[in-house]
């Protein structure tokens, strides 16, 4: 066979998936400036609107002054400085366990957590819709992987019982990352109390957002006290970079000792974790971001049903419109980029087939008008497109 890349790529294109990062001339926030244009942006994870804060970039500054810009070594080596310490005990703190870990990034962290906890005698079982770095986490792991139907307790509760693995390791996205609804975390834990098996919740998309105080979807659920693995990541609603897995002493002693994306790894630069740690006071400070970010939210979720679209069912800043066709979502992810507004279209593998949608995210950074104007440059790339949205 050989390595026909050329082949592949051309496979790619056909099927219209072929994907290239658009060039950002601009830093994250409410809008964009791609190719010389500026844009509204929809597209960003940045929740809050906290990746551009100038008390978040101070911090940062701050820090590099006093620690530089390379931490120098992995934890265990010699890059595990003070600001590192001070993040994982805020982090504990701010999500009610007793302690934290950092990992470079959410991928790092779930790869770690899940290859650390399970092998090869073990089992996994995943939601059918839980993000790729819990999916391959997985199979790295060599436990034996069961998806389960989305968000359905049922379906993982049968499957639990008909489990003789040696330990049992249930995953969930808190809130999914592609259709913004939020696992049912108490049903899952009564499945798992009753078969012995434990509870690993990513939290990417919840941390910071949901809960009056951000401190994500467990107290969001009210199973703070129950969930045994808490991963949660600092790139979205804390506007920087990295993620961490929350826990047990036990949990963190086992991640320091086993968790080999923790071990063989250089430590984030510290001013990452300085700028964390400022970002992180004015999350649960400042719960006005998330009252704004909920009536956005809600201002679109009214409009969109005046125009008859049939949203997915979420209540969190992901609102995806599903589309369907891969064609079709790109078209109208590009006439919507004519009229000033970033979304991108998403497509298989990171939807199923047939799924293709156009995610659109909402920002604490966004104002009223801005909802507005997504809703009237939706009705006109549909109009445009001669494309009509699920009713
Ligand atoms: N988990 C979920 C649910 C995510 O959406 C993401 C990021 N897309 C990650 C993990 C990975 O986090 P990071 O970007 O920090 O690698």
Known sequence: MGFDLRARLAERRAQHRYRTPPLMHSSCGRTAVVDGREFLNFCSNDYLGLAGDPRIVAAFRDAADQWGVGSGASHLVCGHQSPHQALEEALAEHCG??????????????????????????????DRLNHASLLDAGQLSGARSRRFA???PDALASLLARSDAARKLVITDGVFSMDGDEAPLPAYLDACEAHDAWLMVDDAHGLGVLDGAGRGSLWHQGVQDRVPVYMGTLGKALGTAGAFVAGS???????IQFARTYVYTTAMPAAV???TLASLDIVRRESWRRE????LVQRFRRGAAELGYALMDS?????????????????????????GLLISAIRPPTVPEGQARLRITFSAAHEEADVDRLLMSLEAACTQHAYTPAR
């Open 97 to 126: 366990r007793k302690r934290a870990l950092l990992f470079s990034n959410g991928y790092m962290a779930n790869l770690g957590a899940v290859t650390a906890l399970v092998g090869r005698g073990d089992a996994v079982f995943q």
């Open 150 to 152: 989305h968000n359905q």
């Open 249 to 255: 002493d036990e949990l963190i002693e086992t991640l």
């Open 273 to 275: 974790a300085a700028a």
């Open 292 to 295: 704004k970010l909920t009536a």
């Open 315 to 339: 209540k969190t800043p992901i609102q995806p419109l599903l589309v369907g066709e891969d064609a079709d979502a790109l078209a109208l992810s590009r006439r919507l980029r004519d009229n």
